[in-house]
């Protein structure tokens, strides 16, 4: 398996800049549509999109560790704790049956 920073591109929401109409009395944002199909956006949406921003400003991964298990690799020295490793593919196993 091959580490590389390909993962460092955040991938998040989308937004279409359009028309909205905003309701004074609930602070939602409703979005223009077909007739008879309502769309409404609440204030959280946009805390969200705020959440988004942040996040997506740091790393997704430690820099750091990576190189240092990349490098152990490469020198021999990394050991694998296969108890951690058999333990997080039972945790994994559980989860996708418990998800059926």
């Known amino acids: 398996?091959?580490?590389?920073?390909?993962?460092?591109?955040?991938?998040?929401?989308?937004?279409?800049k359009s028309e909205t109409k905003t309701s004074k009395s609930s602070g939602s944002v409703a979005?223009?549509?077909?007739p008879g199909d309502s769309v409404t956006l609440s204030n959280m949406s946009s805390q969200l999109k705020a959440l988004e921003e942040s996040v997506s400003?740091?790393?997704?991964?430690?820099?750091?560790?990576?190189?240092a298990i990349k490098t152990a690799i490469?020198?021999?020295?990394?050991?694998?704790?296969s108890?951690?490793?058999a333990d997080g593919l039972i945790?994994?196993?559980k989860d996708l049956l418990n998800k059926k």
């Open 1 to 16: 398996m091959k580490i590389n920073d390909s993962i460092k591109k955040p991938v998040g929401l989308t937004t279409e």
């Open 31 to 34: 979005a223009p549509s077909a």
């Open 57 to 67: 400003s740091g790393d997704v991964y430690d820099a750091k560790k990576v190189e």
């Open 74 to 81: 490469r020198d021999g020295h990394f050991k694998v704790d």
């Open 83 to 85: 108890d951690k490793v």
């Open 91 to 93: 945790s994994t196993v």
